[in-house]
């Protein structure tokens, strides 16, 4: 496995490469990262894991700084998983000059939930995506469920621009309580951890209701949410939604239960496919 630092060095490692998968990522890594690599192996000859805090996408108040970055952890993981290639870029390297140009995503989805709480992430989170689909190339390219959506937004991006990328979707990976894995979970303590997967029992349990009575929507939401608030957490927000573009769902559609709330000082997401 090699680790390459400059945007230079990378082209040249893959400039008669053809069939390339990628998973981008910020390290830090799990085992659900660790699944996506070997879901881009099971597609592509030769497996690109791009490692880099991406500050575009970081709010004034958000955690950059303290970010954990674990490179040399990462690297040990990779290696047995699959990755052929650690990209692991400075901030110089990803934008040598101030970017000015940014890919902005149609505020119907990017505007919503989490960007409603996180202004400007999805144009960070969609313009260091594009800029790394412009250095790598790949073929293929593997994103999580866990941020459902970002999913949607990449996949959209992927398919307005025609660009020539297979996206395939990963599974959340979760621990044995349902505890959706996160790079995140690190900040919480023992106590914390515990109570996190109650996030995702809460989820389970709107699923179920949605399941049994479609009409009852938005009583089930706000139940989700009071059921949260009582265990001291502090909810951004659990809706129900269409699964293809996150809208008011209709009992036809297919449906994704999302919801953020900050447990402590650490802010959780989570999302269940009805």
Known sequence: MRIISTVAELKDALATQRDIGFVPTMGNLHDGHLSLV????????????????NQLQFGPNEDFAKYPRTLERDCELLAPAGCDIVFAPSTE?????????????????????????RPGFFVGVATVVLKLFNMVRPSVAAFGKKDYQQLLVIQNMVRQLALP????????????????????NAYLDDEQRREAAQLHRTLADAATRMRADPADRENI?????ETLQARGWRP????????????????????VILGAARLGAT????????
């Open 221 to 225: 939401e706000r139940a989700a949410v």
């Open 165 to 184: 990328i297979e996206l395939v979707a990963g599974e959340t990976v979760r621990e044995a309580g349902g505890l959706a894995l996160s790079s995140r």
């Open 38 to 53: 070997q879901t881009a192996r099971r597609h592509a000859g030769l497996v690109v894991v791009s490692i880099f805090v």
């Open 267 to 274: 802010r959780l997401i989570d999302n269940i496919e009805i």
């Open 236 to 255: 951004d927000y659990v809706v129900i939604r269409r699964r293809q573009d996150l809208k008011i769902p209709a009992a036809k559609d297919s449906w």
């Open 93 to 117: 390297q990803m934008y040598p000059e101030p970017q000015q140009y940014t890919v902005h995503p149609p505020a119907e989805l990017a505007d919503i939930l989490e960007g409603r709480f």
